[in-house]
Structure formats: C-alpha cells, structure tokens
C-alpha cells in the first residue's frame, strides 16, 4: 500500500461528457502528478502540482485540467470526452523540497473508458 | 531533455532462469532512475531507484539494477525468475527542470514460463 488513495476504480463515460477524478495523496506530501496510462503503453505525463499550483505540464489540451488542495488532494477533470481518452488514469504524489525529494509513490488508478 | 527507452516490449523467461530488462536513459545532467513494476489493472511499484552513490542498487523482490554512465544504461536483473516476477516493467528517469516529472519507457512485459 502506497498511501495513495484514487476514487473511482471504474468509471464510464459517454463521448462529450466531462469527468472529475480524485486522488487523496499520502500524507506530507506536496507533489501530485497525474499520468495517463492508454492499454498497453507507458504512463504518459499529463501535469504536476506542487503547494496548489501547476509545477509542469505535458503534451495534453487544455480540456485536461486540475486542481490540487490545500489538504494536497487532488482532481482531474477532462472536458469533452473523446474516445481516445480511454485510458487509465494514475495519481502519484511525491514530496518536493529545495533539497531533497521523495520518488513519486502511485495510487491503483482510475479505468475510464469513453463510449 | 530526459527520455527513456526500454529494448524490448516482450521479454520471456523460464522459471529459474536469469531476468535481464533493458533500460537506455538519455539526459543532460546526471540523471535519478527507477524501475517500477505493474501487475495487471494495478498501479506502478517501486521495486528500485538510482539517485548517487553505489551505482549497483538492490531493490525488493530481489531485482537489482547496474547504473552505467558510459553506456547510459540502468538495465534490471533477477538471477532466478519466479513466476510471481510475470509482470509489466518500466523504466523511469526523473526531470529536474520544468517540474518534478518522472518519464516513464514504453513498459517491457515479462513472461515466465515453468
């Protein structure tokens, strides 16, 4: 166990809806990341959050956006569902500091599939 | 810019037999690697890591990597597979700049025959 907690397992969605996925992450840590992992292939960077602002972000549109809390929980939302964001969906959040970090430790994932 | 690329998508042992992954790193600074482990509908597993020092690292289950600047390579071993190591393996190399991002290679599957 990772200590990080994503909510839901399954989720399934119709092509233009919009969808909200959650990640608690574990405790102390100020770094959360989200991935996208299509069947497979390799994780896929999509953005990174670090003391509530965005810390980086990948080769994704606009339409995949999140947001990170003060408790360092975190969401995922994604406009306008296409097919080809069926995928699996990790969280993974990390503590970065000035002088040290933690690797990144992944919750179970989020299976989102757009029909 | 950092990029990692894992040689061979399909890997497949006998039970017993030793267990090399193939990991090439590219990166303009001396790079942290890692090697996680997925089991299917799982997420990703830590099973070692590389940031300085030692560069022949131990992680669980009895894998170890070799961190070789020379040949910027971080392959993963096991002397004697099991057929619980049946799984999807990745390489990763952290990015220190625009962001804390881990890369990850494409996966190399392990299968392992009894």
């Known amino acids: 166990e990772t200590g990080v907690t994503q909510s839901p397992t399954h989720l399934i969605k119709t092509r233009g809806q919009q969808v909200t996925l959650r990640c608690s992450s574990q405790s102390g840590h100020n770094t959360v990341s989200w991935y996208q992992q299509a069947l497979g292939q390799g994780p896929q960077f999509i953005f990174q959050y670090y003391r509530e602002e965005e810390n980086g972000r990948g080769n994704f549109p606009p339409r995949f956006s999140g947001l990170q809390f003060p408790n360092y929980s975190s969401e995922l939302n994604v406009n306008a569902l296409e097919l080809d964001d069926s995928a699996l969906y990790l969280c993974a959040s990390s503590i970065e500091q000035r002088t040290s970090y933690t690797e990144a430790f992944f919750g179970q994932g989020t299976r989102l599939t757009v029909v | 810019a950092q990029s990692v690329t894992q040689l061979g998508s399909h890997v497949s042992v006998s039970e017993g037999a030793l267990v090399l992954l193939r990991c090439n790193y590219s990166s303009s600074v001396p790079p942290y690697l890692f090697w996680y482990v997925q089991y299917p509908n799982q997420g990703l597993q830590l099973l070692l890591k590389?940031?300085?020092?030692?560069?022949l690292v131990k992680g669980i289950n009895g894998f170890e990597a070799e961190f070789k600047k020379s040949e910027t390579s971080f392959h993963l071993t096991k002397p004697s597979a099991h057929m619980s190591d049946a799984a999807e393996y990745f390489c990763?190399?952290?990015?220190?700049?625009?962001?804390?991002?881990?890369?990850f290679g494409a996966g190399t599957r392990l299968f392992v025959k009894a």
């Open positions: 590389y940031t300085t020092g030692a560069t």
């Open positions: 990763a190399v952290r990015r220190n700049t625009g962001g804390f991002k881990t890369i």
